[in-house]
């Protein structure tokens, strides 16, 4: 008599059970850490931005920054661009020319601004500049409208006269990663 090799019924059925909730268990997982990443990722993005908004600033000598523009509100940021100010107007505005090698940034998840205003500008020492002049004990806060239960170690920063710095949010304060 010969014996037929292979897997019973009962054996696959087996596999493809414990296949099936290894998928239900993985993948609210595995949604959970990638909007994790997705922020984390979106503010260390904000973040160099907002360097090479200041950089640009320091090296040309001229108001340089981040403009989220007049369609967006003022405090959510949907869209924003790199600009410097070519015209000596002394803001960044849509006058301004958008530094070369950049291009329209549309973060997934808004940004907030604790600030009403529609850009963050630094002028030619690298300092942050305002209409308004800001404290520095004050900073400008930027973080993300996070879905809940995201739980990203960096979810903000933070913008003060002389620093750009990542953090996470706490009791709505800006701490220092």
Known sequence: MKHERGFSLVELMVVVSIGVLLLAWGIPSYSTWKTKHDI???MVQFYSDLQLGRMTAYANKVVSGILWGAAASSTSITSYQIMTDVNNTGTIDSGASQVAGTGTVDPKYPIICSADQKSVSFDGRGFLYTAN???SNNPITFSVNAPLGSAAAI????VTSTRIILGKMN??????K
Do not use: F, I, Q, S
């Open 40 to 42: 984390e990722n979106e």
């Open 171 to 176: 009791a709505g304060v800006c701490k220092p």
């Open 155 to 158: 979810n903000c920063v933070y």
């Open 133 to 135: 002049a800001p404290d």
